[in-house]
């Protein structure tokens, strides 16, 4: 297995994208993280792997480390990002992700949870007009973009962004996910045949070969 693999989704996942999710992992134990979501967002009862839901609400669990570091995926759900990496960082989660990912663990996640990895992003933690974030935690270079066919404004806020001077980046449609290994891009699948990615820079578009689950 790789080491350092990261898996960002551009919209809500189905089984066939978990498992691919799990398939980079040395095992099938998931931490699914809720901090940009507090009111426990369902997912799909009919994700494989063994689930075990964390909440920072009241407070984390006193053994987060622990908890993080023994498991072989962490999970991270969508929702406000600015709010979550608020919190994340308020107890240490952020540096508690990155030893985790150092040491073998797959990071994934959809929406907030495909952005948080890249130094920026394009998020509504600050209204639906969407706005471009540049609060990431770096564990990515450059900035991304979920739900790019999902959501009508999400393109041209993102290309209009990076246009003007925005880190460029990597768009994704819902059903679509890219693999990196470390910090480089290995490849993109899609849960759904219409499902694209997208580099995407200065001078516009240029979609990218995806592989179909």
């Given at each position: 297995?790789?080491?350092n693999?990261?898996?960002?989704?551009?919209?809500?996942?189905?089984?066939?994208?978990?498992?691919?999710?799990?398939?980079h992992?040395?095992?099938?134990?998931?931490?699914?993280d809720?901090a940009?979501?507090?009111?426990?967002e369902?997912?799909?009862?009919?994700?494989p792997g063994?689930?075990?839901?964390?909440?920072?609400y009241?407070?984390?669990?006193?053994?987060l480390?622990?908890?993080?570091?023994?498991?072989d995926?962490?999970?991270?759900?969508?929702?406000?990002?600015?709010?979550?990496?608020?919190?994340?960082?308020?107890?240490?989660f952020?540096r508690?992700?990155?030893?985790?990912?150092?040491?073998?663990?797959?990071?994934?996640?959809?929406?907030?949870?495909m952005?948080c990895?890249?130094?920026?992003?394009?998020?509504?933690?600050?209204g639906?007009q969407?706005?471009?974030?540049?609060?990431?935690?770096?564990?990515?270079?450059?900035?991304?973009?979920?739900?790019?066919?999902?959501?009508e404004?999400?393109?041209?806020?993102?290309?209009?962004?990076?246009a003007g001077?925005?880190?460029?980046?990597?768009?994704?449609?819902?059903a679509a996910?890219?693999r990196?290994?470390?910090?480089?891009?290995k490849?993109?699948?899609?849960?759904d045949?219409?499902?694209?990615?997208?580099?995407?820079?200065?001078?516009?578009?240029?979609?990218?070969?995806?592989?179909?689950?």
């Open positions: 297995m790789p080491r693999a990261l898996i960002g989704i551009g919209g809500f996942p189905n089984a066939a994208m978990f498992e691919y999710v799990l398939s992992a040395r095992g099938r134990h998931v931490l699914v809720h940009a979501s507090p009111q426990f369902d997912l799909p009862g009919d994700l063994d689930l075990t839901h964390l909440s920072f009241p407070w984390p669990p006193e053994d480390r622990e908890l993080a570091l023994g498991h995926v962490i999970f991270v759900c969508g929702g406000n990002t600015a709010n979550m990496l608020a919190v994340w960082r308020a107890h240490g952020d508690i992700l990155r030893e985790a990912w150092d040491a073998g663990v797959v990071l994934a996640g959809w929406s907030a949870g952005i990895w890249f130094e920026a992003g394009v998020t509504d933690s600050f639906p969407l706005e471009g974030m540049r609060d990431g935690l770096g564990f990515l270079p450059g900035s991304a973009c979920p739900h790019y066919d999902g959501e404004r999400r393109r041209p806020v993102y290309t209009g962004l990076v001077g925005f880190p460029p980046g990597i768009a994704l449609d819902d996910a890219a990196y290994d470390g910090a480089e891009l490849e993109v699948v899609a849960s045949p219409a499902a694209r990615g997208y580099l995407v820079g200065p001078d516009g578009e240029a979609e990218l070969p995806v592989r179909v689950l």
